[in-house]
């Protein structure tokens, strides 16, 4: 079984930087995309950010991050990182990292998350 590991979370002033972690262990040849979402309280979970890792150029975003936040991969290392710079109070949430196996269509695999808190 596939376990995901996040690391990074904290407390930040608006406009700071935070850098996520999210170490995968287990038959990670099994997976072919990890991602990064995000559950704000009283909302629901919200898709963040994604990468291929057969070829970690092959990334996307939700809108509302876009041109903030920078998804990237260490293979080697199993790793999955989530940059987030600019922060806004918004954007305070619990992060949870998440993978999916090949030839599925869901993310199946998730860690336990880690707490953003952005203060204004």
């Known amino acids: 079984q596939v376990q995901l590991v996040e690391s990074g979370g904290g407390l930040v002033e608006a406009g700071g930087s935070l850098r996520l972690a999210c170490v995968a262990s287990?038959?990670?040849?099994?997976?072919?995309?990890m991602g990064w979402f995000r559950q704000a309280p009283g909302k629901d979970r919200e898709f963040v950010a994604q990468?291929?890792?057969?070829?970690?150029?092959?990334?996307s975003y939700a809108d509302s991050v876009k041109d903030r936040f920078a998804i990237s991969m260490d293979n080697a290392k199993n790793t999955v990182f989530l940059q987030m710079n600019s922060l806004k109070p918004e954007d305070t949430a619990v992060y949870y990292c998440?993978?999916?196996?090949?030839?599925?269509?869901?993310?199946?695999?998730w860690g336990q998350g880690t707490q953003v808190t952005v203060s204004s």
């Open positions: 287990g038959p990670t040849y099994r997976l072919d995309k």
């Open positions: 998440a993978s999916r196996g090949r030839g599925t269509s869901n993310f199946s695999f």
């Open positions: 990468i291929l890792l057969a070829n970690t150029r092959i990334k």
